[in-house]
């Protein structure tokens, strides 16, 4: 996966994202749903899916506007490592 930390990025920042609405008394379904999308956004990283990646991701801004951002860190220019 040529973009893996713009990846890692994305995914940190929705860890970031779901941590915040877990402590705002957001329905704990709706959490547990949200970090079951980050682990398999893990998977797809490992299987080096980026297509896939983004396609998903994509998916979930459209199911949980609390996402928004996350393409746009997927998205940028390659963060140096």
């Known amino acids: 996966m040529s973009k893996l930390p713009n990846a890692l990025q994305a995914i940190h920042f929705l860890l970031v994202r779901i941590r ?8 704990q379904a709706q959490i547990t749903l ?3 999308h980050a682990e398999y956004l893990m998977t797809l990283v490992i299987r080096g899916k980026e297509d896939d990646f983004r396609r998903y991701l994509q998916d979930r801004v459209g ?5 928004a951002g996350v393409l746009q860190r997927f998205d940028e220019s390659p963060v140096a490592v």
Do not use: I, Q, R, V
Request: no cysteine.
């Open 63 to 67: 199911e949980f506007p609390e996402f």
């Open 20 to 27: 915040y609405h877990s402590g705002t008394g957001a329905d």
């Open 34 to 36: 949200m970090l079951d």
